[in-house]
């Protein structure tokens, strides 16, 4: 159990696309969902917390008009990613947890490549 | 502030012998610890978790953990090392938020 599906996997397109990124949890119901973004050979940086039915917290220095996050039921939370740019391209990842202080399910990534 | 310090970029064991991954944190109250693994591409996969009870945590792939709160350690451990092993290493705590350490590299050679 406790699957949570991320997609697209891979993206190629050009800049000044939008993008956006999937987060689904299958078969749970996520109380939360976190988007993370991991630059070679790096941790995860937290990009913003999510939680269904209200805006989400975004981490200091991440853009919220550039990194639209809509988290619409408690198994679906969207990433869009604005006007990409070359600097945009990036490893992310989704994460999602039941409960508060359980651990977090993470999506297989995105990776993200801006021409 | 918490924090939490992987003081190893990399590991090498060989194939068989015992695995140790270090794990140092700081939070303000009691502290929830996990370790992540991740492979190549993929995203993290939870192998344990420290919340309350016995110190010693075991968890997927015969992979366990020891709770020091007097050192505020958390070290990954495995007796017998296997190549499959190898991947990235993330230990984590979640204080007021989840943060992550920057990662271990652990290879196991044949």
């Known amino acids: 159990g406790a699957v949570v599906s991320q997609h697209p996997s891979w993206v190629i397109c050009k800049s000044g696309t939008s993008v956006k990124i999937e987060c689904r949890s299958l078969d749970f119901q996520a109380t939360t969902m976190f988007w993370y973004r991991q630059f070679p050979k790096q941790s995860l940086m937290l990009m913003a917390t999510s939680n269904e039915g209200s805006k989400a917290t975004y981490e200091q220095g991440v853009e919220k008009d550039k990194f639209l996050i809509n988290h619409a039921s408690l198994t679906l939370s969207t990433l869009t990613v604005t006007s990409a740019h070359p600097e945009d391209s990036s490893f992310y990842i989704c994460?999602?947890?039941?409960?508060?202080?359980?651990?977090?399910?993470f999506g297989d990534g995105t990776r993200l490549s801006i021409l | 502030a918490q924090s939490v310090a992987q003081p190893e970029d990399q590991v090498n064991v060989a194939e068989g012998n015992p695995l140790t991954v270090k794990c140092t944190y700081s939070?303000?109250?009691?502290?929830?610890l996990f370790w992540y693994v991740q492979y190549p591409n993929r995203g993290l996969q939870f192998l344990l978790k420290y919340i309350t009870g016995d110190n010693l945590v075991k968890g997927s792939y015969g992979f366990e953990a020891e709770f020091n709160k007097s050192q505020t350690s958390f070290h990954l451990k495995k007796p017998s090392a296997l190549v499959s092993d190898s991947a990235l290493y993330f230990c984590?705590?979640?204080?007021?938020?989840?943060?992550f350490g920057k990662g271990t590299r652990l290879h196991i050679l044949p």
């Open positions: 939070v303000s109250g009691n502290p929830y």
């Open positions: 984590a705590v979640r204080d007021d938020k989840i943060i």
């Open positions: 994460s999602a947890i039941r409960q508060e202080n359980q651990p977090q399910h």
